[in-house]
């Protein structure tokens, strides 16, 4: 227990009865940046150098590029407009990758896989600038230039110079209309292109919003743009309310525990270095909470369990909601790494961390409530990871799947009769949802509960009985949930 900050126990969380703070507009739109070039004693711009050092990082060691920049700018000690353009320009170009290279092969005159990977970084990020923000042209391509030429010298820069101008010459929307797929022949391809995404996710997208998949462009939309920082308040800790008032943010729309920044450095703020509130989407918070909701048959016995708990964020939320009910949770998570970050984030909460695998973590049957939070190809969450869409594999979605329901068979194996499941993804890929969840009330028999139920106050959440967010309708990243009574 951390005996400073801790609660009285037994303390109520009246925001679990499902009063809700007043709405809030839907996810950002991309902003526009106004870049005046910061050119360093060698007179090369500083955010772009490090732009263009995330994406060599991202694509020489599959770096994610929301791991390195934040540690890039802080080394370079790089704060307000500069380490917010590096930023815009760095997560731009990773997440508008296949849009921009297929302009750039036509510019060039040749395959990007024909083009130097260091000056398809440069070509990239000159791209987007020229495509995408309102950067001036010259200033986009005069700054490209000067990164090639301090690195490799005239003759490169000469090229790379070539092709931005060829680049400069059309609008994103005139390259769209020349370069996209038909868009009566092929309206999922065309909107793919657009808005930047592999053709495969986009139709996964499409498949999930069923009979809505006129709202394709809106979502893909909203998976471009630039996502706000979702803070999560701590219950028992300090209430949304508070944490809004400290940090200057809104408070969250669905989730009594949600604050809303439009951007910064989270990990800056003291309430969150002070262990009150954490990062987390708003989407995963309304995850923890439903399972704390669920209805059991019989009494809560206060055992609950997070199946796949790193790296903690649902763990934690789950912890301080069990703390306040009087319960315990046990975290299991098989990479020791991730099970220390589960460790760090619940510390002082009634957790129980376990290095084990999921699918038989040794742990004795009879929980109440079970987390499967499981694993998946995190296609829900792509705005946050930018370069995620293009490193993910259709072929990566069997493996996972199989995994998936393998720890779903587990769960429903430890979880009490009469105590509830719930199952959860950030995708929305069908394969990874209702098929998981339907394979497992036809082999295991458990019943689905109206998960709407779970979540009050969350419009837009179709027939049921899952629930199915979207970044589009909610502002949340794209999380699916289904709960499961094992009957007595
Ligand atoms: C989607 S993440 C969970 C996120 C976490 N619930 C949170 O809110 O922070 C899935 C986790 O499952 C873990 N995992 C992978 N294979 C597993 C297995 N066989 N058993 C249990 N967990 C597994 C991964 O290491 C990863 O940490």
Redesign the pocket.
């Known amino acids: 227990m951390t005996e400073s900050r801790r609660p009285a126990r037994g303390k109520r969380d009246q925001s679990r009865g499902g009063d809700k703070p007043g709405a809030k507009g839907g996810p950002n739109t991309r902003p526009r940046q106004a870049a005046r070039p910061n050119p360093s004693a060698s007179g090369v711009d500083q955010p772009r150098v490090a732009a263009r050092d995330v994406l060599r990082a991202v694509r020489e060691r599959d770096a994610y590029a929301n791991l390195v920049l934040p540690g890039l700018l802080r080394d370079r000690k790089m704060d307000g407009r500069d380490a917010a353009l590096a930023t815009e320009l760095a997560y731009g170009a990773c997440r508008a990758q296949g849009l921009l290279d297929a302009v750039i092969a036509s510019g060039a005159g040749r395959p990007i896989d024909e083009i130097d990977g260091p000056l398809l970084d440069v070509l990239r990020l000159g791209a987007y600038q020229l495509l995408r923000t309102r950067v001036a042209p010259h200033a986009a391509v005069a700054t490209s230039v000067d990164l090639v030429r301090s690195e490799f010298g005239s003759g490169k820069a000469g090229f790379v110079n070539a092709v931005l101008r060829r680049v400069a010459e059309k609008s994103e929307g005139q390259w769209v209309a020349e370069l996209a797929p038909d868009a009566t022949t092929d309206p999922v391809g065309h909107l793919a292109f657009e808005h930047a995404h592999p053709v495969w996710i986009a139709q996964a997208f499409a498949d999930a919003l069923g009979p809505d998949a006129g709202e394709l462009e809106r979502v893909l939309a909203a998976d471009d743009a630039r996502p706000a920082v979702h803070l999560v308040a701590r219950p028992g800790e300090i209430s949304a309310e508070e944490l809004a008032l400290v940090t200057g943010g809104e408070i969250g729309p669905y989730s009594p525990y949600a604050v809303h920044l439009d951007g910064g450095d989270p990990g800056q703020l003291d309430a969150v270095r002070e262990g009150l509130a954490g990062v987390?989407d708003e989407g995963?918070q309304l995850?923890?909470r439903a399972l704390a909701l669920a209805p059991l048959i019989g009494a809560d016995g206060g055992r609950w369990l997070?199946?796949?708990?790193?790296?903690?964020?649902?763990?934690?939320l789950l912890g301080a909601l069990a703390d306040i009910d009087g319960a315990r949770l046990d975290a299991?998570?098989?990479?020791e790494h991730?099970a220390d970050?589960?460790r760090k984030?619940a510390r002082g909460l009634p957790v129980d961390v376990h290095v084990?695998?999921?699918?038989d973590?040794g742990l004795a049957p009879g929980f109440d409530r079970v987390?499967v939070?499981?694993?998946?190809t995190?296609l829900g969450a792509l705005r946050r990871r930018p370069e995620a869409r293009w490193r993910r594999r259709p072929t990566d979605v069997a493996a996972l799947v199989k995994?998936q329901r393998?720890?779903l068979a587990s769960a429903i194996s430890l979880v009490r009769p009469g105590g509830v499941v719930l199952y959860s993804?950030?995708s929305p890929h069908l394969s990874e949802t209702v098929a998981v969840v339907s394979d497992a009330v036809r082999r295991h028999g458990v019943v689905p509960l109206d998960t709407r139920d779970l979540v009050p106050g969350v419009p837009e959440l179709g027939d049921g009985p899952g629930v199915q967010l979207w970044p589009h309708r909610h502002g949340t990243d794209a999380m699916f949930m289904a709960a499961l009574r094992k009957p007595e």
């Open positions: 987390q995963s995850v923890a997070d199946l796949c708990a790193g790296p903690g964020g649902k763990a934690a299991v998570e098989p990479a991730r970050l589960v984030t084990a695998d999921g699918r973590p987390l939070d499981a694993p998946c995190g995994l393998e720890l993804t950030c």
